[in-house]
Structure formats: C-alpha cells, structure tokens
C-alpha cells in the first residue's frame, strides 16, 4: 500500500516538473501554457478525490437490495469527541442463492434500531451462523440515509439466518 502511494506521489511530481519545463522553454502562446497548467490542476483534484475509492474506504452508494452480510462495526457516538457516529457492514450481493460479487464496505449513519439489529446479528455471526439480509425498499435506501442525518426515520434493513443447502437424498 506504502508503494502504491508513494508511486502516485512520484507520478505527480515528475508531471509537475514536466509540465514546469514545458511552460519554461516552449514557444507555445500562453493559452495553452495556462490551459495545461489548468487541466493538470483539475486532474490532481479529480484523483485526490478518487483516491479513497481506491483504497478501500467504505461508500456511501446504494447497498445491494439482498446481500450476504460479513462483518460488521460500530462505532458509537462520542459526546466528547463530537463524533456522530457510524455504522460499517462488508456486504457482497446476493445473485442467487450460490453466488455472491466481491465484498464492499458501506457506511451508515448511527442509529440505535440499526445498532440493536447488528450486535444481535454479530452474535450469530460469531457463532458461524451465516446472516443475509435485505432492504425492505431498496430504491428508498440512500434517502432515508439523507433523511436519518436529520433524525427522521431509520434504515429498514431485516437480517436472516443463511439456510442449510439441501442435499439431495442418497
């Protein structure tokens, strides 16, 4: 991981020094000196705010409407420190009851309804009792997210216990 940022690092600065000997000792008009200089700005925010995609941080996208759930972390809210708090499940969608897409991370806001549902499914969890889950409005999901942060109403998600496959009989 080091490497990799560091190697972006490296990259920027020699497309930095590039582009600083471009503009020195070219006879190019100075609109297109500034248009460079323009775009290569443009191109450090765009990857600046890519970056953490990149890096595995959790997303605020929509979750997948059924999903298998893998781990899942709370973190509680801190007066003291003024932190809201937030809640993380690792979830890989369900494509049937066989097949799952990689896992991905996705952050909701703190709610206590959702907090209850996790530590009794992290119990099972731990117990190696396999959880899936699912949003009861999965269109619906990311506004209510918006509209938890002004304390409206919760996420509507169930979790189930995975059934044990059935084996044909001998």
Known sequence: MTLGITGIISAYILLAL?????NLYSKWSWQIKAATIVLTSVFYVVTYYSLPGLLGWPTSQNPPAQFRLLAAHVEQPNKEKNTTGAIYLWLSKVINMTE???PRAYEF???AELHEKVINVNAKLNKNIDQIGEFKEPDDVMNEVNEQKR???SIKIEFYDLPDPLFPDK
């Open 18 to 22: 590039l582009l600083l000997s471009i």
């Open 100 to 102: 799952l897409t990689k």
């Open 109 to 111: 806001d703190y709610s």
């Open 151 to 153: 304390g409206v109403k």
